[in-house]
């Protein structure tokens, strides 16, 4: 390996991260499916051509994507070798949660780049499709017992064979799909995209050589895990623990554990999930895979300026005991790894706080509200619905949470309701903050959201799988928990909740009845008696704090006017103080 010089090897990572930014940017724009087109549930990467090791991947697409699809790339690399090893034009496409995926949902393609006649690296593009068949349209499914209830399994199996184009794997994907014209247009979308970024890397090995290109993959790798075991062993060596509960599994009405054992030794971290509880009868289980690329999210979240490759993850050791909830074998459902992953990095956050409270957050809402409709228009056509949703981010060391953002697994963005209102026969007559939705602190948690959806067809199914009903968003530090997660349903009786608060099937309404979703803040951090007065009396102001929450919470009384009582206000929090 040859000596790279900072300047070059600057210019080279900007190229690089431009291929993949790029590959992402023309599958937003061309994507028939808004979970794609809109929210950005979709990414691209360049990797290994041995290992399969993320080496570049795209800013714009999924954090949590990046581990998993070195585990993707290395499931083609692996069946490619059982069949003479990969060829020129070749693309493979699959969806297998157990082998390098995260649900039935996420389709991924992988393309071998040849340079010379020698294989010198993949490129992959992994999107959210819109429908993949199972019970379910849209196929959050949280009563399913087996993979085959979420829908359409596909290995890895080749849709161009040495640039032979197959059209029977592509009649097999749409006649599993209740929306063939959305899967057909997010198919040609990541199939440009992977034209494109094979352009970008054919231009850039031209201007810069095979071997440049190849020195500097591998020093951008080596330096990503050098920054994380610098940024490690700035921790204090300690061993610390925390758990976390998802509500249920959709099946059995009883919290499921994630436990984690954080060890930092000097430059190495260990992450032991083995007291996590077994794999269970419902759809929140994970692959290993998911796990793994949970915690990279979670770590890049704490330790923001190590660049995203597979550097990033070789001073760190994981200890998952195999088939529990974090490492499930098929036929196992897992539908919902959204919800786990979430629970994840909560847990992560927690463990750290105990550490370097500097560095971590409180946790944030937990939960993606996966919410499906689906009905027929008058003319006959079907329609489905599916989006998610938004809550609150947790606080931190710097200041409050952020108010109505997306899951902290993606930089994906939620679907604007106008959007949403044009595509489907629904209307929101709500969209708003939550008051008092986020967890109490010295800095306050950011606020959840109210969403209120009416029907406009006939009539539709309704489908949700949430999380955070029961064990909401906790605080760091002293700091509160946030609101809990509600869903109410309208029917001709009146208002209903699902027996099991954040998931239900078979949710049948009627034009003009109502959907209303009131999601999680995020959790505080510090005791909220610390926080300033000014602050609390700006928050009323604003409408995110009640003046119930001002003084039960805060210990800051407000008058009927409005005004603080700032005598009534010292008295009260002295009086705490001295309890």
Not at 365 to 371: D, M, P, V
Request: hydrophobic residues 40%; proline residues 6%.
């Amino acid at each position: 390996m040859m000596a790279i010089d900072p300047i070059t090897l600057a210019i080279l990572k900007g190229r690089l991260e431009q291929i993949a930014d790029e590959m992402d940017a023309t599958l937003f724009r061309s994507a028939f499916n808004p979970i794609i087109a809109e929210a950005h549930d979709a990414s691209h990467g360049i990797y290994d051509a041995v290992s399969g090791d993320t080496l570049v991947q795209g800013k714009s697409g999924l954090p949590v994507f990046v581990g998993v699809m070195a585990f993707a790339v290395k499931a083609v690399i692996d069946k490619a070798a059982q069949q003479g090893g990969p060829r020129e034009g070749d693309v493979w496409i699959f969806n297998d949660p157990y082998d390098g995926g995260t649900h039935l949902s996420d389709f991924r393609l992988v393309k071998p780049i040849f340079r010379k006649g020698e294989l010198f690296c993949y490129l992959a593009s992994v999107g959210h499709w819109h429908d993949v068949g199972g019970n379910v349209p849209g196929n959050y499914n949280p009563v399913a017992t087996e993979c085959f209830q979420e829908g359409m399994l596909i290995p890895p199996v080749k849709l161009f064979d040495r640039g032979a184009f197959r059209q029977d794997i592509v009649d097999i994907l749409s006649a599993n799909s209740r929306q063939p014209g959305s899967l057909y247009g997010d198919l040609n979308g990541q199939l440009n995209a992977l034209e494109l970024g094979e352009k970008r890397m054919a231009a850039l090995l031209d201007d810069y050589g095979e071997a440049v290109v190849a020195d500097c993959l591998v020093e951008l790798k080596r330096r990503a895990a050098q920054m994380m075991r610098a940024q490690i062993a700035g921790l204090p060596s300690a061993t610390v623990s925390a758990e976390d509960f998802l509500d249920n599994d959709g099946i059995v009405d009883e919290p499921l554990k994630i436990a984690l054992d954080l060890t930092i030794e000097g430059e190495r971290m260990v992450m032991d999930f083995t007291r996590s509880s077994p794999a269970c009868a419902g759809p929140v289980n994970i692959s290993r895979a998911t796990t793994v690329a949970a915690c990279y999210v979670a770590l890049k979240h704490i330790f923001g300026d190590v660049p995203a490759n597979a550097g990033v993850l070789e001073p760190v050791e994981f200890r998952i005991d195999e088939d529990s909830l974090l490492a499930v074998k098929a036929p196992k459902p897992v539908g919902g790894y959204t919800e786990t992953i979430l629970r994840l990095i909560d847990v992560v956050f927690q463990a750290v706080a105990q550490i370097a409270p500097e560095a971590a957050m409180a946790c944030a809402y937990g939960t993606i509200n996966a919410l499906s409709l689906a009905g027929h228009r008058a003319d006959g056509r079907r329609w489905v619905m599916f989006s998610f949703f938004g809550g609150g981010h947790g606080a931190h060391s710097a200041g409050d949470g952020l108010n109505h953002g997306n899951a902290p697994i993606s930089t994906a963005t939620i679907p604007p309701l106008e959007i949403l209102e044009a595509a489907y026969p629904v209307r929101f007559t709500q969209w708003a903050l939550r008051p008092d939705s986020g967890g109490p602190g010295e800095h306050r948690g950011g606020l959840g959201a109210v969403y209120e959806i009416e029907l406009l067809e006939e009539q539709a199914d309704v489908f949700l799988f949430g999380e955070r009903g029961k064990v909401a968003p906790r605080g760091i530090l002293g700091g509160h928990s946030a609101a809990a997660n509600r869903f109410t349903y309208e029917q001709s009786d009146g208002l209903h909740e699902p027996p099991m608060l954040s998931k239900m099937v078979d949710i049948h309404i009627e034009r003009g009845q109502k959907l209303r979703l009131e999601t999680p803040g995020g959790g505080g951090y510090g005791e909220p008696f610390a926080r300033p007065v000014e602050s609390v009396d700006r928050d009323h102001r604003l409408g995110y704090v009640s003046r119930e929450q001002a003084r039960a919470a805060f210990g800051v009384v407000i008058g009927p006017d409005g005004s603080i009582d700032y005598a009534a206000t010292s008295e009260l929090r002295a009086r705490e103080a001295a309890q």
